[in-house]
């Protein structure tokens, strides 16, 4: 942790930026304990907090036009690679696809904290076909509160994070080595959830294809022979 401050205060808001953009474009990556510690380097004035904010929360929203605009383009074919971003094994970005269309883009402010959401809310609302100006006003609202969150969270307890730092620099090559495994990890359970929904979303495709043509054949009704 003590090499990431050093990265944060080389880099600044773009290694943010980045974070912001990693996070929700699908990477696995720790992002708040990466804002945590950006928290507690404002708090002795390395980088000004709303900077900090305005820089993740930017990312964030780079990488959701980008699933918004893909889902508008791409449609159903997308769902089954969104659905693999989802940190809930049973959500998928049609159940959040019904949710905004009963709520409305109001839907968007909390959807950062909201388990099983966060990564699917910008392909959902392209699905659902919120406006881009709703969804950029909506969800770059929610991506400040998300951001402000955790960054936040490391400017009041700045103390108690340095600390952490601090023993954390003794085991650095031991928190490398797990901070890659756990990436490695979740980025192949993503991969496998993935090809575990397959099935799933090629059988639903399959069920409103039938249920299309069965309501097409019944609304053409074989007209009476004449007597």
Known sequence: MEQLAVLLERYGYALIFAVGFLEYIGAPIASVPILVVAGALASIGSLPLPGIIVAAALGGLASDVIWYAAARVRGRGLVEAVCGLATNPMACVTVVEKRLLSVGPRYLLPSKFLPGTANLAAAASGFA???????????????????????????????????????????????????????????????????????HHEAERAAEAEGAYGESRATVQPSSPSV
């Open 129 to 199: 076909g919120i406006g881009l100006r709703k969804f950029i006003v909506f969800d770059g609202i929610a991506l400040v509160l998300w951001a402000a969150a955790y960054t936040t969270a490391g400017w009041i307890f700045s103390a108690q994070v340095e600390r952490v730092i601090e023993w954390a620099s003794d085991f650095t090559l031991l928190i490398v080595v797990g901070a890659a495994g756990l990436i490695t990890s979740a980025g192949v359970w993503r991969f496998l959830k993935v090809r575990m929904h397959r099935p």
